[in-house]
């Protein structure tokens, strides 16, 4: 079974392979979070058209169920509703749906899927060789954009850059027109982003404790040892470093290391430490 909006495009091209001229389809879908699409797509051929062939539009395109409008699929029972269209250069009929569930959507040449929370998009427009068969230059303006209820993910189109959930793709009719794209559900991104963002603050913040816990540890363990190098009271040992030295007094153990010279002029009287004792060199002698 082909879409009906595949169709359409068919149907616009057979109706000006024999001749010079162009056509127009552009195509708008809008997929819905209850797995149903809405729309409108547009077919329409170039005005000299008509006038080399003295056809009017529903002449030329067909209407009702043999025209591109009618129902979707063979037996979708939804109702296509067609309006007239024209501009400067073109004329011919917007075809409006709504509600249209996947599977009366769907086709042999376009698939829309959601599953495991992403929704999926797999089509192609196949190319139009008729004019060239016969010797014709048909010149054709395709155009078809799906708006997902999330962002777009992966695709081979042009994604809106002011609206992330849209995704477009262009053609002229002379290649097969490929379609892919990849979506996600509405918020998906968002609550993914949430959770890492969750996620990694609570990994620096464990970082930042553990490094706090290294370091205190290592400062108590730095102190203790400091304190066992360094006894407290004059003991005549080596003060810990940043503690000035006490001067002996009398009483205090004689060892070689309590001595120090002779302090320098002008220092208080009782400062001076006593001389080493005998068997000792005197200070400065």
Known sequence: MTTRPIR??????????????CFRFDMRVEVGEDDTVAGSYVVAVDRSVLEMTGQDVDELLGTGADGPGGLLGENGGVQVREEPYEDE?????????DAVPFAVFNGEDMT??????????????PASTAGSDLGTSVQADIRIA??????VQESN????????RTVSWTGDGTRDLVL??????????????????????????GAVVLVVLLVRRRRSRS????????????????????VPAAWPTDGAPRT??????DPAPGVPPGAVPRQPPPGLPPYGG
């Not at 070689?256 to 010279?261: D, E, F, K, M, S």
Request: hydrophobic share 45%.
């Open 8 to 21: 359409a495009l068919a149907v616009a091209l057979l109706a000006v392979a024999t001749l010079s001229g």
């Open 146 to 151: 799906f708006t997902f209820p999330g962002d």
């Open 223 to 242: 102190a203790a040892a400091l304190a066992g190098r360094y006894p407290p009271g004059g003991s005549g040992g080596p003060a810990a470093p940043g």
């Open 89 to 97: 250069d073109v004329v011919g009929r917007r075809y409006v749906f």
């Open 256 to 261: 070689p290391l309590a001595w120090t010279p």
């Open 180 to 205: 892919r794209a990849v979506a996600s559900e509405p918020g998906a991104p968002w609550l993914g982003l949430a959770i890492a963002g969750g996620a990694g603050v609570l990994l620096v913040g």
């Open 112 to 125: 829309l899927a959601h599953a495991d929370g992403r929704y999926t998009l797999d089509g192609t427009l």
């Open 157 to 164: 189109g042009q994604v809106d850059p002011d609206d992330p």
